[in-house]
């Protein structure tokens, strides 16, 4: 499986944008981008995801490279409730399961 | 419309004891996951199951472990003669369907045991 490569950990001021970067210069041209969020004591949530073109939903923006081997997460007015451990994952058309990786963990100060 | 649902939410075991977590798919998803989480760990890919069949167990341990998507209920996680170190937060998810890369999972609250 094609990985991804994400910072440990980034800090941002409350109601300013924060932009979660992530590496896959493996992936093939069938893989999908995800990117879930785990709050602190709760199950993974869905964010949002792409395959080729920037996509936004209300939660967040994803800006994907032209060539496809990074993208970004676009919170665009960090709140206290976005303090997450976020998780960026490859999912391939022939596998049903995610696999999560070590994913960034966001601190928001006040 | 209820998400995936857990229970029990929190359960404690003695050692040697078993250990029964359920789960309840999103209305329409017939794709159940499991998930376990040690303390301070990322998640680990369990097990994979659609009605009555296990599609992929290629991350469940070999021993005293088992799941179930039966006809009729809720997924099933067993653990049989739970040791210390089965203490995690275990998770299930659910999709609709599997197709595709854009496959999106939805997560229960996740069950917490705890071996003493």
């Known amino acids: 499986d094609a990985k991804t490569t994400q910072p440990n950990s980034m800090e941002s001021n409350e109601e300013e944008p924060v932009h979660l970067p992530c590496n896959h210069s493996t992936i093939s041209g069938t893989d999908y981008i995800h990117w879930y969020r785990q709050l602190p004591s709760q199950g993974p949530e869905y964010v949002i995801h792409g395959l080729t073109s920037n996509v936004n939903n209300r939660m967040a923006s994803l800006a994907i490279a032209e060539d496809r081997k990074s993208s970004t997460l676009i919170l665009h007015r960090a709140t206290l409730r976005d303090a997450a451990v976020y998780y960026c994952?490859?999912?391939?058309?022939?596998?049903?399961?995610?696999?999560f990786g070590s994913g960034t963990r966001l601190s928001i100060r006040p | 419309n209820a998400g995936v649902m857990q229970n029990p939410r929190h359960l404690v075991r003695r050692r040697g004891q078993e250990a029964r977590l359920r789960c309840s798919p999103m209305k329409g998803h017939s794709h159940v996951y499991w998930y376990r989480q040690l303390p301070e760990e990322g998640l680990k890919f369990m097990v994979y199951?659609?009605?009555?069949?296990?599609?992929?167990e290629s991350g469940m341990p070999k021993e005293r472990f088992s799941a179930e998507f039966p006809k009729e209920g809720p997924s099933i996680l067993r653990i049989q003669q739970v040791v210390r170190g089965d203490s995690a937060a275990y998770f299930c998810a659910s999709s609709r369907d599997s197709s595709g890369g854009a496959n999106v999972l939805t997560f229960g609250a996740g069950s917490r045991l705890t071996v003493l």
């Open positions: 994952i490859l999912t391939r058309s022939s596998a049903s399961k995610i696999i």
């Open positions: 199951l659609q009605k009555e069949n296990i599609i992929d």
